[in-house]
């Protein structure tokens, strides 16, 4: 068989990647990245109030220069004979959209307008909305919606961004007549069609974020949307009934895409999904085995056999969606709002002297100031990791909670804050550092924890994503409070390959997504063993973990 190729396009919140894979045997070929330049110099932002919306010309840019760098030096007999393409993008990260399915962030009169671009995953301006979604969805005497979702709505999806955007801008709320997810919106615009009433929407998009459920005859109904509030009349009619899932052809490449990024218009564009979950499908999960995503926040994915889920309800994650990951099975995600963006705020705050007063140091010329603050910057986490793998346990009293970004799972509640107890005059930064990196896998192993209390077993785990691949004394904690072996997957870009596995099936390459997996799988380079001394430190320190966490949230709520 003559060798086929496959796209994968992957926008991560930082940048967006492409990858050219062979689809008979996982080869990548052709690779490129784009960094958003807007989102790189923090337009449209305010970490103030959690603010993080994106503006779609960075997309399109970077989808324009990712994929023709990727085809660089690449011969015709590759690019000839690329035959799909899929998309994954960050979630929920919607936009409103006019009738046309054009995000109104491109028009002239909202072109820098925040309310009117993507608003990111992260963005957790919506907190009170998906309160308020909570309390009406136990409250209100019809079904609870939220019951496919964990039974509990985050201030991270869709209809709570949505809600919010409509109270707080009215020029946005008369302009926009649906909203798109990201995942579904490039799809959209390479096959030329927009139309929000025909778009292909993601099955695991409005399964997992928007409430969506064949029980429910779709989303949730009008008279539960209008009670929420009235601003959402008329809007479910707007937007979908029908899902697809990831090996589902959307369509061909317009004459204008396929010429703007060098290919073929019989390419076939796949329907899109998210990061995530298509990144479990490119670390080859399988039945009960837990992938976990680590990156600035970490998606924890799990598929089940539907014959094997009957009518389980799993409480506390985020959602349990037929076909959200591999079609036909029941496809749960769980996660945490924050894993390496920990870190990065602790180096970012070690990084102050070197970005506020060195560069006032008149006797440092530029070249050198940039040179320190580029090596520290660098170094910072790797240094705080070799110095934390030589403390004994005896020596840190230090106990730290992770919720910096709030908490995913279990429970979902975006208004809770991080904590660090124990703190003494001999705290240094390696003691504190290894402290919020316990607090991270200790996050980690409640999600574990959650899954088993529900009665879903895990007979596994593999780590995909840069903390995965960068980090081993992390990866050494989160094995030991986990107190599993943990398998990382060998590919570089996990995440990308997984678009191209569903992007093999889209193009009839590989029949199913399972058989894609094996033909195009990098396997794993290497296994956390966890250190069974440490495991039973880690398991009284987690039990302290957990008391900490609950004193917090309930002063917080109180």
């Known amino acids: 068989m003559a060798d086929k190729y496959v796209i994968g396009l992957d926008y991560g919140t930082d940048s967006v990647r492409t990858v050219v894979v062979n689809a008979l045997n996982g080869e990548i070929v052709g ?75 491109l028009k002239k009169e909202f072109k820098e307008e925040p309310d009117a671009m993507f608003i990111l995953w992260k963005d957790h301006t919506a907190v009170d909305e998906a309160a308020e979604i909570n309390r009406l969805a136990r409250t209100w005497g019809g079904e609870d919606y939220t019951k496919y979702e964990g039974g509990v709505y985050s201030s991270e999806w869709f209809w709570a961004k949505i809600l919010h955007v409509l109270r707080r801008n009215e020029k946005v709320r008369r302009n926009a007549w649906s909203w798109v997810e990201h995942c579904d919106w490039i799809p959209a615009l390479l096959t030329g069609e927009t139309d929000p009433l025909k778009i292909k929407r993601s099955r695991c998009a409005a399964g997992h974020k928007a409430m969506w459920h064949p029980d429910f005859n779709g989303l949730p109904s009008e008279e539960f949307l209008v009670r929420l509030d009235p601003l959402l009349a008329g809007l479910r009619e707007r937007l979908y009934k029908e899902t697809y899932t990831c090996d589902v052809v959307v369509g061909t490449l317009t004459r204008e895409w396929a010429e703007r ?13 998210f990061d995530a979950h298509l990144g479990a499908v490119g670390g080859e999960i399988k039945p009960y085995q837990l992938v976990k995503v680590m990156g600035t926040s970490t998606c924890d994915m799990l598929i089940v056999p539907m ?77 705080l990791s070799h110095h934390a793998l030589t403390l004994n346990d005896e020596e840190t009293a230090l106990l730290a909670l992770d919720w910096l970004n709030g908490r995913r799972t279990p429970f ?147």
Not at 46 to 69: C, K, T, W
Not at 261 to 273: D, I
Not at 338 to 362: N, Q
């Open 261 to 273: 990024l060098g290919l073929s218009t019989r390419v076939k564009v796949g329907a899109g999904a």
């Open 307 to 383: 014959e094997e889920a009957r009518d389980k309800l799993v409480k506390g994650i985020c959602g349990q969606v037929d076909g959200s990951i591999v079609p036909g099975m029941l496809g749960l995600e769980a996660g945490q709002s924050a894993f390496g963006d920990v870190y990065a705020w602790f180096s970012r705050l070690l990084m102050w002297p070197l970005e506020t007063i060195i560069p006032r140091m008149s006797w440092l010329d530029e070249k050198t100031i940039e040179r320190i603050r580029n090596e520290s910057s660098d170094k910072i986490i790797a240094e």
């Open 412 to 558: 979902a509640n975006q208004e809770l804050k991080g904590a660090i107890t124990g703190l003494t005059l001999g705290s240094d930064a390696p003691r504190i550092f290894k402290a919020l990196v316990e607090a991270t896998a200790f996050g980690a192993k409640m999600i574990n924890d959650r899954f088993i209390e529900e009665g879903i077993r895990i007979e596994g785990v593999i780590a995909i994503g840069g903390v995965a691949k960068k980090n081993p004394y992390v990866m050494q904690v989160v094995a030991d409070v986990l107190n599993v072996p943990i398998k990382v997957a060998r590919s570089e870009q996990t995440v990308a390959l997984g678009s191209a596995m569903a992007a093999s099936v889209v193009a009839g390459i590989h029949p199913d997504i399972p058989t894609a997996q094996k033909a195009m799988g990098g396997g794993f380079e290497k296994e956390y063993v966890p250190n069974p001394h440490k495991a039973d430190k880690y398991r009284i320190l987690y039990e302290k973990y957990k008391k900490l966490g609950t004193f917090i949230e309930n002063e917080l709520t109180e």
């Open 31 to 105: 690779t490129s990245v784009f960094e958003y330049p807007r989102w790189k110099k923090g337009l449209y932002c305010n970490p103030a109030i959690n603010q993080f919306r994106q503006h779609p010309l960075d997309y399109i840019e970077g989808m324009e220069v990712s994929v023709r760098e990727a085809l660089r030096g690449l011969g015709r007999d590759v690019i000839d004979n690329i035959e799909g393409i899929t998309v994954d993008t960050t979630g929920s990260t919607p936009v409103a959209v006019d009738r046309q399915g054009v995000p109104l962030s």
